[in-house]
């Protein structure tokens, strides 16, 4: 999501805060009648730990959610991933299988499908979808919810509340007049706070703050993903760099960070790209997010896309310190103990 140039600072955006104002209470009112039982919250026969963040736009909610599902399978535990699907055409619930297409199950989801390794559902209703996994999969000892913090008829046990390390909470104001969904307040009430690179001064202190930088690793080729090149190869190259994500200017900014000179490409979030897209683009090598591939993928296979060659595909890996995932593992044991509910 390209988000407006407004929302970092405080006008023309004051313009917009009487609107602001109606979001700001129909949401506060939404939790207050959650907190007060006139709504009801649903709960699982598993811990279910929710990826989210308080702002519009990307934040690397889906980088996380990678992280985790590895590392709590490295240590014994089986997890599940829920998801909306934002984009995709499932009117109920569906697994989503790796070899499924982004336009029905949405770009993210059949990212989390084809590496992670678990098993992903997707549905508006996340209660639902959440529920078919554990049909399917009863083995499974832990859920990982993609996005979904402001959902509150899903139960959670953990939230974890990602937030863009660059650019923070820029004017701090509620939408539309700013970024947040919910007031700057709600991180103190997340069990965990993920710092999504650097930059910005105004994060408020938490005390489970952890910080995340993503790492490239080697490219692969999109028409050949057995070929694989380290991101020097393409130094002194005439490169572009195509990014339909939530904050484009990240995955450029990590190109730049590898010695690369790049020319920038940026799309919407969870663009959906053409021929023409990529006929525009004039350069000796165009290189990708995992993200764009899932698509781009299905794009390749449908046209035969003249010079797929030069497309190459670039994966990033989170490193988060402190460890993340020790943090959560021992939250979720913690959990296991107190209730008794199907754990590791």
Request: charged share 15%.
């Amino acid at each position: 999501m390209q988000t407006p140039r407004y929302w970092q600072s405080r006008f023309p955006a004051a313009l917009l805060l009487p609107v602001s104002a109606l979001f700001g209470g129909l949401a506060a009112l939404r939790r207050l009648l959650y907190r007060l039982g006139v709504l009801q919250t649903q709960s699982l026969p598993c811990p279910l730990v929710v990826v989210g963040n308080i702002t519009a736009g990307g934040a690397g909610k889906t980088p996380t959610v990678h992280y985790l599902a590895q590392q709590l399978r490295a240590r014994g535990w089986q997890p599940g991933i829920i998801s909306r699907g934002y984009g995709s055409q499932i009117t109920g619930v569906a697994e989503v299988p790796t070899s499924g297409e982004a336009s029905r199950y949405g770009d993210e989801p059949l990212l989390l499908a084809r590496t992670t390794g678990c098993p992903v559902f997707v549905g508006r209703d996340r209660i639902a979808a959440a529920q078919a996994l554990l049909a399917a999969y009863p083995a499974t000892t832990v859920l990982l919810c993609d996005d979904g913090l402001q959902h509150y008829r899903l139960g959670r046990d953990v939230e974890i509340v990602v937030v863009d390390g660059n650019r923070g909470l820029q004017n701090g104001w509620l939408l539309p007049a700013g970024p947040l969904r919910e007031p700057a307040s709600r991180l103190a009430q997340a069990h965990a706070m993920l710092v999504n690179g650097s930059g910005a001064t105004s994060l408020p202190a938490h005390p489970q703050r952890f910080d995340m930088a993503l790492q490239p690793s080697q490219a692969w080729q999109l028409a050949q993903p057995d070929q694989r090149q380290p991101l020097s190869h393409f130094a002194n190259r005439q490169v572009a760099a195509l990014a339909g994500i939530g904050h484009p200017e990240r995955f450029f900014t990590t190109l730049r960070a590898a010695g690369l000179t790049v020319q920038p490409h940026p799309f919407p979030d969870h663009h959906h790209y053409s021929v023409a897209d990529l006929n525009q683009v004039q350069a000796d090598i165009r290189l990708v997010t995992e993200k764009d591939a899932v698509k781009l993928i299905a794009l390749l296979s449908e046209e035969g896309l003249a010079h797929s060659g030069n497309i190459w595909v670039v994966p990033v890996e989170a490193a988060i310190e402190p460890d993340l995932a020790d943090w959560l593992a021992s939250r979720l044991n913690a959990l296991k103990s107190k209730d008794g509910r199907q754990t590791a």
